[in-house]
């Protein structure tokens, strides 16, 4: 007569596999990322074969012959399961911190640094035909300014610098690769020679490191430092512009400190990991800056603010439209916009009756210097200026 085999003894037979044994003598955190992709195929089938199971008439899966030869079968299955599949964020995070644990490395998009600190990889590359996209860019801003000043309006081009080129000391060599030329410096002259106005950022943040960073650990944006650093470098440019702007008091309230876990970490599918299990999120006590009167700091008597910030996400973090607001004393009408990328929030706003009807007086155009070696797309081809 047989008997059942136990979960005990199950559990211990499962112990004296080879795979699993080898996986249990690992060291710490790389026992744990073996244990976790030994699990993970089980796991995975369980949930599979649950989602399989689950009634989906928007992802229906079909089983006929034809559809079986022409592989629509198995493009279904797989809609069905992405749809379906349940804990499948939480498989996803698994997968991915066992990737981290392993390796101690990023991925094909994020470069791990110096002390927890983490990069864009395109930072680090090399551009195909860089010096003839950097002058194709240089000679569409310098026909947006010529046309801008005829309407009596001045463009201020502000290039936000790489992370990398900012924080060079944290990069896993302490310092760029010597086959990245210096794109930043080689635009601003561009920029000179076609008589734009601009304002380097770069020499600012790169001295204020020594007191703070200027970026945050976990994220491509200048963190709530970098963004003062570079308002008040472009406050500085702005008043040497438009003297005599209106006045306008503003104060900064900072919020209790929080987790604040970067874009960086999303694209290496982080985001939702304990810190023990990841780069550390950088914390954050989160800075908002108002209009000093309970006003929006839109200028006197109401009028629309005769500066205006056109930029991307950089525009967006770190407060930087409410420490360039503080560091003009002046009201700033912030257009920028979320993968706004080089010209994503400024063609929007030239194409708005509002720019028609109240024009500024200065139009700060603020452009993320990684998207300035890339050929131009389509849309910029075209004139920004309707």
Same mark, same amino acid.
């Given at each position: 007569?047989?008997?059942? =085999?136990?979960?005990t003894?199950?559990?211990?037979?499962?112990?004296?596999?080879?795979?699993v044994?080898?996986?249990?003598?690992?060291?710490?955190?790389?026992? +744990?990322?073996?244990?976790?992709?030994?699990?993970?195929?089980?796991?995975?089938?369980?949930? +599979?074969?649950?989602?399989?199971?689950?009634?989906?008439p928007?992802?229906?899966v !079909?089983?006929?012959?034809?559809?079986?030869?022409?592989?629509?079968?198995?493009?279904?299955?797989?809609?069905?399961?992405?749809?379906?599949?349940?804990?499948?964020?939480?498989?996803?995070?698994?997968?991915?911190?066992?990737?981290?644990?392993?390796?101690?490395?990023g991925?094909?998009?994020?470069?791990?640094?110096?002390?927890?600190?983490?990069f864009?990889?395109?930072?680090?590359?090399?551009?195909?035909?860089?010096?003839?996209?950097?002058?194709?860019?240089?000679?569409l801003?310098?026909?947006?300014?010529?046309?801008?000043?005829?309407?009596?309006?001045?463009? /201020?081009? +502000?290039?936000?610098?790489?992370?990398?080129?900012?924080?060079?000391?944290?990069?896993?060599?302490?310092?760029?690769?010597?086959?990245?030329?210096?794109?930043?410096?080689?635009?601003?002259?561009?920029?000179?020679?076609?008589?734009?106005?601009?304002?380097?950022?770069?020499?600012?943040?790169?001295?204020?490191?020594?007191?703070?960073?200027?970026?945050?650990?976990?994220?491509?944006h200048?963190? =709530? +430092?970098?963004?003062?650093?570079?308002?008040?470098?472009?406050?500085?440019?702005v008043?040497?512009?438009?003297?005599?702007?209106?006045?306008?008091?503003?104060?900064?309230?900072?919020a209790?400190? =929080?987790?604040?876990?970067?874009?960086?970490?999303?694209?290496?599918?982080?985001?939702? %990991?304990?810190?023990?299990?990841? !780069?550390?999120?950088?914390?954050?006590?989160?800075?908002?800056?108002?209009? =000093?009167?309970?006003?929006?700091?839109?200028g006197?008597?109401?009028?629309?603010?005769?500066? %205006?910030?056109?930029?991307?996400?950089?525009?967006?973090?770190?407060?930087?439209?409410?420490?360039?607001?503080?560091?003009?004393?002046?009201?700033?009408?912030?257009?920028?916009?979320?993968?706004?990328?080089?010209?994503?929030?400024?063609?929007?706003?030239?194409?708005?009756?509002?720019?028609?009807d109240?024009?500024?007086? %200065?139009?700060?155009?603020?452009?993320?210097?990684?998207?300035?070696?890339v050929? /131009?797309?389509?849309?910029?081809?075209?004139?920004?200026?309707?």
């Open positions: 007569m047989t008997t059942s =085999q136990t979960p003894s199950a559990l211990t037979r499962a112990r004296q596999h080879p795979t044994r080898a996986a249990l003598a690992l060291p710490g955190p790389a026992r +744990a990322a073996a244990l976790t992709l030994l699990l993970l195929p089980a796991a995975g089938l369980i949930a +599979a074969l649950t989602s399989l199971r689950t009634p989906d928007h992802h229906a !079909p089983l006929d012959g034809p559809s079986l030869r022409s592989g629509a079968t198995f493009k279904a299955t797989e809609a069905h399961l992405d749809a379906n599949l349940p804990g499948r964020a939480a498989l996803i995070a698994a997968v991915n911190t066992s990737r981290y644990l392993t390796t101690r490395g991925t094909d998009e994020v470069t791990l640094g110096r002390g927890g600190w983490l864009l990889r395109s930072e680090l590359a090399a551009t195909p035909g860089e010096a003839g996209h950097l002058r194709a860019r240089a000679d801003i310098a026909a947006l300014s010529d046309s801008l000043r005829a309407r009596g309006i001045t463009l /201020l081009v +502000a290039v936000s610098p790489n992370k990398s080129r900012v924080q060079q000391a944290q990069l896993p060599g302490g310092r760029l690769p010597g086959w990245r030329g210096d794109t930043y410096a080689a635009f601003q002259a561009l920029l000179r020679e076609r008589q734009v106005a601009s304002v380097e950022l770069l020499t600012p943040m790169r001295r204020a490191t020594a007191a703070q960073p200027q970026y945050y650990r976990t994220d491509t200048w963190n =709530q +430092a970098g963004a003062q650093t570079a308002a008040a470098a472009t406050a500085q440019a008043r040497a512009l438009a003297p005599a702007l209106p006045v306008t008091r503003f104060s900064t309230v900072r209790p400190s =929080q987790s604040r876990p970067g874009d960086l970490l999303r694209l290496m599918g982080l985001q939702d %990991v304990p810190d023990a299990l990841r !780069p550390p999120a950088d914390q954050e006590a989160a800075q908002t800056t108002v209009a =000093q009167g309970g006003g929006l700091g839109a006197l008597l109401g009028a629309a603010p005769q500066v %205006v910030l056109a930029g991307s996400s950089y525009g967006l973090r770190g407060n930087f439209h409410g420490a360039l607001q503080q560091a003009l004393g002046s009201a700033v009408l912030n257009v920028s916009r979320e993968g706004a990328d080089f010209s994503g929030s400024l063609r929007p706003y030239l194409h708005d009756p509002a720019f028609r109240t024009p500024p007086r %200065v139009l700060i155009w603020e452009i993320p210097e990684r998207f300035l070696p050929a /131009l797309a389509d849309e910029d081809r075209t004139p920004l200026l309707p």
